[in-house]
């Protein structure tokens, strides 16, 4: 998990987490089983893109992730709620966070660490290459003149 609830209850409004996640309309707490099924969702869409280019779990998540996590995740909450309406931010960022995730799984956004392919069976982030050869133009001697 890329996010936890807590950080998803501290990211954003207490209350309208709580009129999100809860189904009964006199709810006072944050129900935290559907914050941890939306937390949920928001990460395995996430690895379906990171899966791809990346190996997985990253053993260092970039705060983009973490941020798209929680984008996601808002978003979902909001989607369950069919009878309210969603702020324009949140179908903002959420398109937004879809973009780059797409742009991710193809080759022309990184997040700076090692890809997938890169790792070997060893573990190393970068494998040995092995010998390689040198050329440079060839030097005239001008030291008689």
Request: charged share 25%.
């Amino acid at each position: 998990m890329y996010i936890t609830a807590d950080e998803l209850i501290g990211s954003f409004s207490k209350q309208i987490l709580v009129q999100l996640s809860n189904d009964d309309h006199r709810a006072t707490e944050v129900n935290i089983a559907v914050v941890e099924q939306a937390i949920q969702t928001a990460c395995e869409r996430i690895d379906t893109s990171l899966r791809s280019r990346y190996a997985l779990p990253l053993t260092q998540v970039p705060t983009m992730i973490n941020s798209h996590a929680l984008y996601l995740a808002r978003h979902w909450l909001y989607a369950r709620r069919a009878e309210m309406k969603m702020p324009e931010t949140v179908k903002d960022t959420y398109a937004q966070v879809i973009k780059e995730l797409d742009a991710i799984a193809k080759g022309t956004l990184h997040l700076g660490l090692a890809n997938a392919e890169e790792v070997s069976e060893t573990g190393d982030l970068l494998p040995d290459v092995g010998e390689y050869a040198v050329r440079a133009k060839q030097q005239i001697d001008t030291g008689g003149y």
